[in-house]
């Protein structure tokens, strides 16, 4: 074998290797999962027209600002709770109305995020909504929740 030829396979084979330790650094550790990135993922294979597409990006943009502020306020309540708990001397009632803020916090968040999901699919036609929902069961099914009962 000729040294160029050999030398070529070793740079095409060290190029795979950073290109493959890169993308695998890249990707989100195995069980985590942004369903905002899902649900944009799985709208945009909807074939949306530009009506729907623009109604859902105001719908976005509105929301944008309320989510924000509840993603703020969670992760002040979260870092609450973890004061209170490495405190020299943690107070159980401080703490157990902390951990009630996050609960509270937490489920405004999702009731934003619920209205969010609600408005966008009321822009959707049958058929849309139809291809969404066969999309969502196959990712329950790829992550393993159809066979959790």
Known sequence: MRLS?????????????VVATGTALAQPERGQFHPGKAWRAAL??????????QRIKELAETARPRLAALH??????????????EAA????????????QVR??????????????????????PEQRARLEGMR????????HAWRG
């Open 44 to 53: 945009q294979r909807l074939d949306l027209s530009t009506d729907q597409q």
């Open 137 to 144: 069961e196959g990712m329950k099914i790829r992550r393993g």
């Open 5 to 17: 030829r050999l030398v070529g396979i070793i740079a095409a084979s060290t190029v795979t290797a």
């Open 72 to 85: 703020d306020q969670n992760r002040a309540s979260r870092a609450t709770v973890k004061a209170l708990i």
């Open 89 to 100: 001397t943690p107070d159980p009632t401080a703490i157990g109305t902390a951990m009630l």
């Open 104 to 125: 509270t916090g937490r489920d405004a968040l999702r009731a934003e995020a619920k209205k969010l999901r609600n408005d966008t699919l009321a822009l959707l036609t």
